[in-house]
């Protein structure tokens, strides 16, 4: 789980400036944003710098449990490919 929360941690801005430049608007023709900087530093401006996090929660709690279930996943599949394919 804490994997899980760096990760979120880690991608929340990310994923903030790329859902601002897919719902971005045209204003007087010219586009909302330039890139993904240019909406990172408007969000920080414009409504502070923790705002980069607002959903931290609901996305962490989507995150976390998918981190966790992936190592598990994976761990399972290595042991079954080291035994089924490995060995023969």
Request: aromatic share 12%.
């Amino acid at each position: 789980m804490i994997s899980g929360l760096v990760t979120t941690a880690a991608s929340m801005p990310v994923d903030i400036a790329k859902t601002r430049i897919q719902n971005m608007r045209m204003i007087d023709g010219k586009p909302e944003y330039r890139n993904g900087l240019d909406v990172l530093l408007k969000v920080i401006r414009h409504e502070g710098f923790f705002s980069l996090w607002k959903g931290f929660t609901p996305y962490y709690a989507r995150l976390g449990p998918h981190t966790v279930l992936t190592f598990i996943f994976l761990e399972q599949m290595n042991a079954a490919y080291r035994r089924l394919v490995l060995r023969a």
